[in-house]
């Protein structure tokens, strides 16, 4: 539990930066990633994000890299279904498995190419935004964008639980494991069967703990939030506006480049 994004968050070296000014980065560049018909723009903002994410937040690299292995994973998936699924252009490998023949052409290399530095620089992103930025942060700025009061008070609640869920699963499970509880296939089903059950128990009467806190804090129906921070400076927002046209700048200027 000591290595959470929230956590990171904290200690990020970007924690008291304007937090419209965090979102508007990587709002701008998940855009302009998903956008860019070239897989040159989003790994350009893949990259300069990490850079930001490590050499200017101060995320630790080795917890950074793990963070991006998980997506990467599954986009590498869908990368290499896109290279063999679809077609189009020169044929650049094929390779027969006992009935099935397998052929990657430019097409389809350069369509998963696009898929997988999408995916990339849309992580690298969302990343940035959580590790630099506390969700208290932006509850503050879904209130102060009007949002409808029941929608943040519900985010709220279910992101304490998350974490509420995430205690009582890892206390479950190591209690399970001192016990033998997945020593074998059978007794693994059994266990994460009682894990599940135990959770649902568990998220009902920590509601109900949370109500009768409320009730005795007298609350009004409406969950208190975090104050405002202070306003941008110029300078700050130049740098935003710099980093965000350089990136479409980048985007358009490679709109036509492909890789095979």
């Known amino acids: 539990m000591d290595n959470i994004l929230e956590d990171q968050a904290h200690r990020s ?4 930066l304007d937090t419209r000014l965090k979102l508007l980065i990587g709002g701008g560049a998940i855009l302009l990633g998903l956008l860019s018909p070239s ?3 989003p790994a350009f903002i893949a990259a300069t994000m990490a850079a930001i994410t490590v050499g200017v937040a101060l995320t630790p690299v080795r ?14 998936i869908s990368a290499a279904v896109i290279l063999f699924l679809s077609g189009g252009g020169e044929t650049l490998w ?9 052929t990657a052409t430019t097409g389809s290399a350069n369509l998963a190419a696009l898929i997988l530095a999408r995916t990339f620089s849309g992580m690298c992103a969302l990343f940035f935004i959580a590790l630099t930025t506390p969700m208290a942060e932006i ?3 879904m209130r102060s964008l009007r949002l409808p009061r029941e929608f943040v008070d519900l985010s709220m609640l279910i992101y304490h639980f998350i974490f509420v869920l995430i205690g009582e699963a890892v206390a479950t499970r190591n209690a399970q494991e001192m016990r033998h509880g997945y020593v074998s296939f059978t007794n693994a089903i059994a266990s994460f069967a009682m894990l599940a059950g135990m959770l649902f128990v568990r998220a009902w009467e920590k509601g109900e703990e949370l109500i009768v806190a409320m009730d005795a804090r007298c609350y009004d129906g409406v969950f208190a939030a975090g104050e405002e921070t202070e306003g941008a400076s110029r300078r700050q927002i130049a740098l935003v506006a710099a980093y965000l046209c350089l990136c479409t700048a980048v985007t358009i200027a490679a709109r036509g480049a492909t890789i095979f």
Do not use: N
């Not at 070296?13 to 008291?16: D, F, G, P, Q, Y």
């Not at 094929?94 to 397998?102: E, F, K, Q, R, V």
């Open 63 to 76: 917890f950074y890299a793990h963070l991006l292995t998980i997506p990467l994973s599954f986009a590498t």
């Open 13 to 16: 070296a970007l924690r008291h």
């Open 94 to 102: 094929t390779a027969a498995i006992g009935p099935l023949t397998l």
């Open 139 to 141: 509850f503050t700025v």
């Open 39 to 41: 897989p040159l723009g």
